[in-house]
Nanobody, 129 residues
Framework: QVQLVESGGGLVQAGDSLRLSCRAS????????MGWFRQAPGKEREFVAH????????YYADSVKGRFTISKDNARNTVYLQMNSLKPEDTAIYYC??????????????????????WGPGTQVTVSS
């Protein structure tokens, strides 16, 4: 099993920045991809970004491309989400997730939440206008 804990959420104003962190523990050697998703009030959970654990290939949702950056620190078993130029519509609970398997299956595969095996409890991000 893999355990995940997110941190770094908070209340900010439009245009501000935040950096979220997600630390993994447990069977981290089995991680193939780590991803970020978010769920706004009254909406379904949606994909934000993911990163391949070996190699670092990244992929972003169009809504955050150019504003958010996903990165990782393998030594710390941690993935980060740097969020710049935040907008009120970025307000949501942000979740990190991991997929554990034997091989990487392409960027689009990891945009689906059902792909992921383990999830963190989430961290709230609120952006005021």
């Amino acid at each position: 099993q893999v355990q995940l804990v997110e941190s770094g959420g908070g209340l900010v104003q439009a245009g501000d920045s935040l950096r979220l962190s997600c630390r993994a523990s447990g069977r981290t050697s089995s991680i193939v991809v780590m991803g970020w998703f978010r769920q706004a009030p009254g909406k379904e959970r949606e994909f934000v970004a993911h990163i391949r654990w070996s190699g670092g290939t990244t992929y972003y949702a169009d809504s955050v491309k150019g504003r958010f950056t996903i990165s990782k620190d393998n030594a710390r078993n941690t993935v980060y989400l740097q969020m710049n130029s935040l907008k009120p519509e970025d307000t949501a609970i942000y979740y990190c997730a991991v997929e554990v398997s034997s091989y990487y299956r392409g960027s689009v595969y990891y945009t689906r939440q059902e792909t992921y095996d383990y999830w963190g409890p989430g961290t709230q991000v609120t952006v005021s206008s």
